[in-house]
């Protein structure tokens, strides 16, 4: 079960470009909650609470009780925007959820381990897809799917349909997606192929100097004969 996160917000906080700038300059951050069929509501939050309570392992999917008014709303991130150059955090859109109901959200993609037969000829995993898109209750988002790739060869790919989601968790996407493949580099497969063309080459050169000693050594054998 998800960890939920407490976040204090105030209400009553005046709308407009104006007010919003002030705000950030007293340290909070204007934000609005919508969902579960009431009205949008406007509210603003401590800016270094609301950084610690999404930076924790859940991320932007941290559960939240966020206490309005002495009352408590269980939410989820939106959205979420940032000043352009210093990265601030500028304004967040807060969700209600229903913790009973089913919904869909984001969750990255971790790949772990190391192959040693991908390794072997210098190949490489190509991850492509970095987040899932899931379906759960609230209350079992996962942080994270973790994926094993000790055991992938090259030509091997992962799909949405390979994972091992968490009970209560499914795919919300289309299975066939890719995750990551197995692959050698061009410059891997160049070298390959040169050395390939190098052992071959030698091969053939070893067996014309075979077939030329056999041949000499028969031409003689025929010389002794007749001179016998």
């Given at each position: 079960?998800?960890?939920?996160?407490?976040?204090?917000?105030?209400?009553?906080?005046?709308?407009?470009?104006?007010?919003?700038?002030?705000?950030?300059?007293?340290?909070?951050?204007?934000?609005?909650?919508?969902?579960?069929?009431?009205?949008?509501?406007?509210?603003?939050?401590?800016?270094?609470?609301?950084?610690?309570?999404?930076?924790?392992?859940?991320?932007?999917?941290?559960?939240l009780n966020l206490e309005i008014d002495g009352t408590a709303e269980l939410c989820l991130v939106k959205d979420l925007q940032r000043h352009?150059?210093?990265?601030?955090?500028?304004?967040?859109?807060?969700?209600?959820?229903?913790?009973?109901?089913?919904?869909?959200?984001?969750?990255?993609?971790?790949?772990?381990?190391?192959?040693?037969?991908?390794?072997?000829?210098?190949?490489?995993?190509?991850?492509?897809?970095?987040?899932?898109?899931?379906?759960?209750?609230?209350?079992?988002?996962?942080?994270?799917?973790?994926?094993?790739?000790?055991?992938?060869a090259v030509g091997d790919s992962l799909r949405v349909e390979d994972l091992v989601l968490p009970d209560g968790v499914v795919a919300?996407?289309?299975?066939?997606?890719?995750?990551?493949?197995?692959?050698?580099?061009?410059?891997?497969?160049?070298?390959?192929?040169?050395?390939?063309?190098?052992?071959?080459?030698?091969?053939?050169?070893?067996?014309?100097?075979?077939?030329?000693?056999?041949?000499?050594?028969?031409?003689?054998?025929?010389?002794?004969?007749?001179?016998?």
């Amino acid at each position: 079960m998800a960890d939920q996160v407490a976040l204090k917000a105030a209400t009553g906080r005046e709308l407009g470009s104006s007010s919003s700038r002030r705000l950030r300059r007293e340290g909070k951050i204007p934000a609005v909650v919508y969902g579960l069929s009431s009205q949008p509501l406007p509210i603003s939050l401590d800016y270094m609470a609301a950084r610690s309570a999404l930076t924790t392992d859940a991320g932007l999917n941290a559960l939240l009780n966020l206490e309005i008014d002495g009352t408590a709303e269980l939410c989820l991130v939106k959205d979420l925007q940032r000043h352009v150059v210093r990265d601030e955090v500028t304004h967040i859109d807060f969700l209600r959820v229903d913790p009973n109901a089913r919904i869909e959200l984001e969750v990255p993609i971790i790949l772990t381990g190391e192959s040693r037969e991908v390794a072997n000829v210098s190949g490489i995993i190509d991850q492509t897809l970095f987040t899932i898109t899931v379906a759960t209750l609230p209350t079992t988002i996962p942080n994270e799917i973790v994926v094993d790739i000790s055991d992938m060869a090259v030509g091997d790919s992962l799909r949405v349909e390979d994972l091992v989601l968490p009970d209560g968790v499914v795919a919300a996407m289309d299975g066939d997606s890719t995750i990551a493949t197995a692959t050698v580099t061009r410059s891997t497969l160049e070298a390959i192929r040169a050395e390939e063309e190098a052992q071959l080459a030698a091969d053939e050169a070893d067996l014309g100097g075979d077939g030329g000693g056999a041949a000499g050594d028969a031409g003689e054998g025929d010389s002794n004969d007749g001179e016998d």
